[in-house]
């Protein structure tokens, strides 16, 4: 059950209302957020809820059964949208582009992404600086060096940054320079990084786990939401699965169903998806009639020299053909969703 309460509820009204939940035998679990208040109350008891949702200070009460009840679209008709500002939104009426290189190399490799993005109209750039790499002696990136680089040339161009960060004990230092934090699908489950990323203000994009169920993904962003973080993208990028002729299996059947199940944006990630160059582009076109709100893709001016995941990543030549794809599939999406 969801609570929503007044920002300025008094101490008195407070207690009524946790007094009126123990009686039913619900615990409640008060949530800050950035837009709201909320008691999460968690009970089996069957009660009729308009003993609790005319108290005072309580808004409006819901009730949802699922484990993840913040990110459920129970109670939440309305799909989140996330402001970026400078009229970049992401889960709006337009489709949310992203595109970059899957490692930060230097500073001649920044530029030249920069200058492709603004030409093929993308606000958004990804790229690594933190690397987990299966290999330890893989390129695992220019850490905070890198980002500073990157922040001047791409605030210079007014350009959002999306990067993966690793450790609770990262996120101080990368927060000035970040516009999205991105969780990677190795720490989908770090409960630990995702309670940290919950108490900033700063749009979180939690990537599934390598072999995460839907509903894991879910209780995931439940954890930060639950910290006080209602930014959050949900992404798919593939799951591990007995199949040895691509890299992963993209799961394009979950951006239906967490459309379905969530309010939050749903973003796919074809590049990790499939991991092989010649498929990402059908992958992300059907990412986008299943429902996707946008695409994240790895774009590098000689993917045969990327320092990191080459055979995945498109040129610029196919990254400007999928972009205008995508965005005609999105208009295409639209007409057939008015019919």
Known sequence: ???????????????????????????GNEVHTQFGN?????????????????LPGV?????????????????????TVIDLGDGVTIGADDIALMAGPCSIE???????????????G???????????????????????????????????????????VMMVEQIDEMLPYVDIFQVGARNSQNFNLLDALGKIDKPILLKRGISGTIEELLQGAEY?????????????RGIRSYETAYRNTFDINSIAILKEKSHLPVIADPSHGVGIRQYVEPVALASILAGADGVIAE?????????????????????????????????????????
């Open 38 to 54: 909320y008691m999460i109350a968690v009970g089996k008891k069957e009660f009729d809820i308009r003993a609790v949702g005319t």
């Open 106 to 120: 230097s500073e001649e490799q920044i530029e030249s992404t920069i200058l492709h993005l603004k030409e093929i």
């Open 122 to 164: 993308i606000k958004i750039m990804r790229g690594g600086v933190y690397k987990p790499r299966s290999s330890p002696y893989s390129f695992r990136g220019l850490g905070m060096d890198g980002l500073r680089l990157w922040h001047e040339a791409a605030k210079r161009h007014s350009i959002k940054i999306i990067t993966e």
């Open 224 to 236: 930060i939401f639950s910290n006080g973080n209602e930014k959050i993208m949900l992404c798919e």
């Open 299 to 339: 774009v590098h001016t000689v993917p045969e020299k990327a320092f990191s995941d080459g055979q995945q990543t498109l040129d610029y030549g196919q990254s400007k053909n999928l972009f205008n794809k995508l965005r005609m599939t999105w208009e295409l999406k639209k007409e057939m969703d008015r019919m």
């Open 1 to 27: 059950m969801i609570i929503q309460i007044a920002k300025d509820i008094s101490k008195k009204d407070k207690d009524q209302l946790i007094e009126k939940l123990n009686h039913i035998q619900y615990k």
């Open 59 to 79: 808004i409006d009460i819901h009730r949802v059964s699922d484990n993840y009840k913040l990110v459920s679209k129970k109670w939440k008709v309305n799909d």
